[in-house]
């Protein structure tokens, strides 16, 4: 069974940084599409980032948070992480570890984690 734990949210001044972790259990990590979501208070769950299986082939990531926020991962410790930085207010949201077989442009992944509140202050 597919499980996902996202840790490392909390509250953060603006300009400042976080770095978001998610524990993988249940499947063979290293062959599995990783991303984060995010999903801010009256809005929908939209896309931050994404990461291939094999690193070569690289990530993805929304507009709103290139330069910003990095994703990586560790197969050896079956996580991944997304590095966020120069927060902004609106980076506010429950941030979400989903993954899946694979990536595409309307991606919906079968796997969730529970969430994790990111608050930013101004």
């Known amino acids: 069974q597919v499980q996902l734990v996202e840790s490392g949210g909390g509250l953060v001044q603006a300009g400042g940084s976080l770095r978001l972790s998610c524990a993988f259990s249940?499947?063979?990590?290293?062959?599995?599409?990783m991303g984060w979501f995010r999903q801010a208070p009256g809005k929908e769950r939209e896309f931050v980032a994404a990461?291939?299986?094999?690193?070569?082939?690289?990530?993805y990531y929304t507009d709103s948070v290139k330069g910003r926020f990095t994703i990586s991962r560790d197969n050896a410790k079956n996580t991944v992480y997304l590095q966020m930085n120069s927060l902004k207010p609106e980076d506010t949201a429950v941030y979400y570890c989903a993954a899946d077989n694979y990536y595409n442009n309307n991606w919906v992944p079968p796997y969730w984690g529970q969430g994790t509140q990111v608050t930013v202050s101004t």
């Open positions: 249940g499947g063979t990590f290293s062959k599995l599409t």
């Open positions: 990461i291939h299986s094999s690193n070569y082939i690289g990530s």
